[in-house]
């Protein structure tokens, strides 16, 4: 609400801080209706995750950066989303390891395209793909997310998305490149789909990609490939799967939830 401010000693404060960047976003034309129902399913996980970043989500982002170093020609995708709630941190990663942003929206309009490719840029982003770029569709993908730029997603060999869905996901590993996502929900076909899968929230998950990316920034070869190479996605997300059971278990024990026994009186 315009005028109105959250004071820092609600308990809930960095959630609403997050949601007041995401309805700002959709203010200013980079994110769309849709977009605040899918920040609303995020952050329902991000309860049951205990809003909190757990060790496998660390795992992934360690593993994302360590792929980026190695890559010859990586990318960050910014949908409208991503770019709302962190565009700082967006643009300080991309700024670290020196690979370009290329805007991709499922909603897509080329007033969208240049409202966040502007917005990257006035954050400081040196190079973004976007509105005038030479594009091309990538191979089985009927989704307007199939549009790329084709110095950008089209010839990138790893591709960082953030907030995505499991189309493109899917799409993209299918024409051979490696796929990183942030996604809440470990559930999802995007997270299952992906090459690395960071179960986190995306402002939370970029803070620390961008203070792993100092530290590993500098390490050789080897030790980036090791890195790399021990990474196991389905232990990340046999992790995360366990974190949402362990949570419900526990507020099932303290007596939070009312089993459906009880409830229906059996």
């Not at 757990?54 to 593993?63: N, V």
């Not at 960050?76 to 990663?93: D, P, Q, R």
């Not at 991309?94 to 309009?109: C, G, H, M």
């Amino acid at each position: 609400m315009k005028g109105f401010r959250i004071p820092k000693s609600h308990p809930r404060y960095h959630s609403l801080i997050i949601r007041e960047r995401i309805v700002d976003g959709f203010r200013k034309g980079m994110v769309v209706p849709e977009g605040l129902i899918a920040h609303g399913r995020g952050e329902a996980f991000d309860y049951l995750l205990g809003e909190k970043t757990h060790d496998f989500a660390l795992m992934s982002i360690k593993a994302t950066i360590a792929y980026v170093l190695l890559a010859e020609k990586p990318i960050i995708s910014v949908n409208g989303n991503l770019a709302a709630l962190a565009g700082k941190e967006i643009v300080m990663l991309s700024d670290i390891l020196d690979i370009p942003i290329e805007v991709n929206l499922f909603y897509r309009t080329e007033e969208r395209i240049k409202i966040i490719e502007e917005y990257l840029k006035n954050l400081g982003a040196k190079k973004v793909f976007g509105s005038n770029c030479k594009k091309t569709h990538i191979s089985g993908l009927e989704s307007p997310r199939g549009i790329v730029c084709v110095d950008g997603i089209y010839s990138a060999d790893f591709v960082l998305l953030g907030i995505e869905d499991g189309d493109r996901t899917e799409a993209l590993r299918r024409v051979g490149k490696r796929v990183a996502v942030i996604d809440l929900n470990p559930f999802s076909r995007t997270a299952q789909m992906a090459d690395i899968t960071i179960v986190d929230e995306a402002t939370r998950a970029l803070k620390r990609a961008v203070e792993i990316a100092m530290e590993l920034k500098n390490l050789d070869e080897n030790k980036l490939r090791e890195i790399a190479e021990n990474y196991d996605n389905r232990k990340v997300l046999s992790g995360a799967f366990e974190a949402i059971l362990n949570r419900l278990n526990d507020a099932r024990k303290r007596g939070l939830i009312i089993s459906f026994s009880r409830e229906l009186g059996l």
